[in-house]
């Protein structure tokens, strides 16, 4: 992947489970869900803000957890997406942005739709093996530990590189 291909995205899209938990869910005796977040993920969705860089979890669930996260980011969310590649189509389209503008972070075969349809894919260390096969980059870092920070630091030099001072502005 060449810094030239991350310096136009204007669009961030990511799964939520696998990409930004580590895939794993504690359920208690009630029914209630929780999972573990990487904070860095947070301060990097600041970075991507600053950088007018929007970002989106899209998710085949409907999860409380996932809405509080996303508001938690001040990300905005699509759940319930049976059809992952339909809805980046359309949110490319609402948005007025080439599929080169975009980005999406994918860990497994249900995400494989939305990787095929933006110019950029990426993946966590720990994704299925079909995903990291069409990944255009594979994190070092594995789901849930920082997969959307690492990302965003690509991103950042990639703007930085790209631009005669270096600025990334």
Excluded: W, Y
Aim: aromatic fraction near 2%.
């Amino acid at each position: 992947m060449a810094l030239d291909d991350l310096a136009a995205i204007r669009l961030v899209l990511t799964d939520f489970d696998g990409v930004l938990t580590d895939n794993r869910v504690l359920v208690d005796q009630d029914g209630r869900e929780a999972v573990f977040c990487n904070r860095a993920d947070g301060l990097g969705c600041d970075l991507l803000r600053a950088a007018g860089i929007e970002v989106l979890i899209v998710s085949t669930e409907t999860n409380p957890v996932v809405a509080a996260r996303a508001r938690k980011l001040r990300v905005g969310v699509l759940q319930a997406v049976d059809d992952k590649a339909a809805a980046v189509a359309g949110l490319l389209a609402e948005r007025g942005l080439r599929p080169e503008e975009a980005l999406f972070i994918g860990n497994d075969v249900n995400d494989l739709g939305a990787l095929t349809t933006v110019g950029v894919a990426v993946c966590p260390a720990d994704a299925h093996a079909d995903v990291r096969a069409v990944a255009a980059h594979v994190t070092g870092a594995v789901g849930g530990s920082g997969v959307l920070r690492e990302v965003t630091d690509l991103l950042l030099a990639a703007r930085r590189a790209a631009t005669p001072d270096g600025t990334g502005t």
